[in-house]
């Protein structure tokens, strides 16, 4: 069975700086999916950013970028700039095809400090 | 485009009541999951629906059911509550095709379920 693991229950950061969110996973499958969501107060699970695992470069969207290393089954996020908006839970999750469950990790609760 | 819309966002029930929460997909998604989150946890895959019919079920008692109507929305159904069902119920829809590689899941916003 794939697990997911955040080893950051919770983080800060202060406005404008960048903050590097870790997350590990273990599977043996060859081909699957990573993915960092944001849940703000509001409860919606917001996707940031996905990364394909066959897809060798990192990816990125805007302010945020991944450093997926496959061998070590890492997938951390860079949030860059970070902003107040930012303030939220993020979670790691995982899925090895298209349409199966997300296996989340327990989340990281970011703080952005004025 | 809507988004993914849930009934009701609380709710408070009696242990051993039954409950319905309910969910409306995204335009264009055929695909519905159901998510459990538990306070201070990430979600935990309950089961899908895809054509009305179950697709796929996650580590929960029977007593967790579901429905998928011809519109795509959806019903999760808990009888014989427990105090352990307190949670965040979480919907997530997706069209289930190759272009969820561009899509992914759209989520609502939850139904708050405590159970008392």
């Known amino acids: 069975a794939q697990t997911v693991t955040q080893s950051q229950p919770e983080m800060s950061v202060q406005e404008a700086e960048t903050v590097t969110l870790s997350c590990t996973y273990d599977?043996?499958?060859?081909?699957?999916?990573l993915f960092w969501y944001k849940q703000p107060p509001s409860r919606q699970m917001i996707l940031v950013i996905r990364?394909?695992?066959?897809?060798?470069q990192n990816a990125t969207e805007n302010r945020f970028s991944v450093n997926f290393q496959k061998a070590a089954k890492s997938f951390s996020l860079k949030i860059s700039d970070s902003q107040l908006g930012d303030t939220a839970m993020y979670f790691c999750?995982?899925?090895?095809?298209?349409?199966?469950?997300?296996?989340f990790g327990k989340g990281t609760r970011l703080s952005v400090i004025a | 485009e809507t988004g993914v819309t849930q009934s009701p966002t609380h709710l408070i029930k009696t242990r051993g009541q039954q409950v319905t929460l309910r969910c409306s997909s995204q335009?264009?998604?055929?695909?519905v999951s159901w998510y459990q989150q538990a306070l201070g946890q990430g979600p935990q895959f309950i089961f899908q629906?895809?054509?009305?019919?179950?697709?796929g079920r996650g580590n929960f008692p029977p007593r967790f059911s579901g429905l998928q109507f011809p519109n795509y929305s959806s019903e999760l159904n808990v009888n014989a509550l427990e105090l352990d069902d307190s949670a965040l119920y979480l919907c997530?829809?997706?069209?289930?095709?190759?272009?969820?590689?561009?899509?992914?899941?759209?989520f609502g916003s939850g139904t708050r379920l405590t159970v008392v």
């Open positions: 999750a995982f899925m090895f095809s298209g349409n199966t469950p997300l296996v």
């Open positions: 997530a829809s997706s069209p289930f095709n190759r272009a969820w590689a561009n899509y992914g899941y759209t």
């Open positions: 629906y895809y054509r009305e019919e179950e697709n």
């Open positions: 990364q394909e695992a066959y897809k060798q």
């Open positions: 335009s264009g998604h055929n695909t």
């Open positions: 599977t043996s499958e060859n081909n699957y999916y």
